[in-house]
């Protein structure tokens, strides 16, 4: 018991340390808070899980490419966001620190290393509508005003000992306390695989009642163990699953494929002894790669009568599977990072069972897949 009580002071005391303000300075909303994401995960940092409210002055807003809309908990977890997606930067918006509005970024005046704790990240990044409000601030509590260039500069030179930081204070104090609770608090069966971002868990672990009612710090430490620790070892366990390097992005979204193991694919080619290989994050990318390689970049070589080999996961034991003689379940209830997605089986009885279980539409192989069925899955 005394053990619990330590571990548990401990992963307080991590999760105080990073919304510490200084005196009379409060990082989280004094009222509700507005919040741009959809769905029972919208209170959550879609990158590291935060609680979006208690750090509400700190957040930021993004539209992705495609038209969703996200929410930061700090400039560090945008520019996570920013080195994978396209976003621009005149779509960034920023809490005013004093009004607690959404502003453009852009046009922001960003109080830089004042004495205000900052969020994953020891330097504090605030911003404010007016000039005036920023230099009030800073007569409290230091720091220079900079502009949101200036922010994002520091925030991507920073970023590599930032996450060394905090990942250390993660293995040292968060993921034990975790494990714990999640032991002692928590079913032993939840299926990690089935959520495509950390927030997504949260919002299952407090919606589907996966664990006895939490506080929001053990919630975050139980959220990081399973998807940082248990998640990754889980997936590294499975023999024979596609290797994907952390580099690769899908040719098709631009998405790092390495992030969602569960959904990997990749097409070989062979050309005049040279090969090469692209990943994609679901078989919904990667055909549409496969009909038309051009429309997507430079991809002159990559053709169909150099493919040498296509590669797919099975949904079930989360291993490569030849695409060619695979079953795809068209129309489920299961989404992957793309949204609708052709659900991969080695065998058609799993594609069947799981045809009636997630509501779809039907079974096709791999040479019945049309074009037309592609585009059906975007509509």
């Not at 960034?92 to 994953?120: P, Q, R």
């Not at 601030?137 to 994002?152: A, M, Q």
């Not at 992030?259 to 990943?279: D, E, F, L, V």
Request: net charge positive; with cysteine; hydrophobic share 35%.
């Amino acid at each position: 018991m005394q053990i619990k009580k330590i571990l548990s002071l401990l992963v307080i005391l991590f999760f105080t340390h990073l919304t510490l303000y200084a005196e009379g300075f409060d990082k989280s909303a004094s009222n509700e808070p507005v919040l741009v994401q959809k769905g029972s995960s919208k209170h959550w940092c879609p990158l590291c899980g935060m609680d979006l409210k208690m750090f509400y002055k700190t957040n930021h807003t993004s539209k992705l490419p495609h038209g969703e809309d996200r929410q930061y908990c700090s400039v560090r977890c945008l520019v996570v966001d920013m080195q994978e997606y396209s976003i621009k930067k005149e779509d960034v918006k920023v809490v005013d620190a004093k009004t607690e509005k959404l502003i453009n970024a852009s046009t922001a005046f960003y109080v830089l290393g004042s004495d205000v704790k900052g969020t994953m990240s020891p330097l504090s990044k605030l911003a404010f509508a007016s000039k005036e409000d920023a230099l009030a601030f800073i007569k409290e509590h230091n720091g220079k005003i900079v502009d949101f260039d200036t922010v994002l500069k520091s925030a991507k030179e920073s970023l590599k000992s930032d996450t060394a930081m905090i990942d250390e204070k993660k293995k040292k104090k968060v993921y034990p306390m975790g494990k714990k609770i999640f032991e002692e608090m928590c079913k032993g069966d939840i299926d990690l695989n089935k959520y495509l971002e950390i927030n997504g868990l949260k919002a299952s672990l407090v919606n589907d009642k996966l664990c006895k009612p939490l506080q929001e710090q053990q919630l975050q430490a139980v959220a990081l163990y399973l998807w940082e620790v248990k998640r990754v070892g889980d997936y590294e366990a499975v023999v024979g699953k596609i290797e994907v390097k952390k580099d690769e992005k899908c040719p098709v979204c631009g998405m790092f494929v390495y992030k969602y193991p569960k959904w990997a694919a990749q097409i070989y080619y062979q050309t005049k002894g040279a090969g090469h290989h692209h990943s994609f994050d679901g078989v919904k990318d990667l055909m549409k790669f496969y009909f038309n390689p051009i429309s997507w970049g430079n991809y002159k070589t990559s053709t169909h009568e150099n493919i040498s080999k296509i590669l797919v996961t099975d949904y079930y034991s989360q291993k490569a599977i030849d695409a060619k003689v695979a079953y795809y379940v068209l129309g489920s209830d299961v989404y992957g990072p793309m949204g609708d997605e052709l659900i991969p089986f080695l065998n058609e009885s799993d594609a069947k069972t799981f045809l009636q279980d997630h509501k779809g539409k039907k079974i096709l192989q791999f040479k019945n897949i049309t074009k037309s069925d592609i585009s059906t899955l975007d509509e």
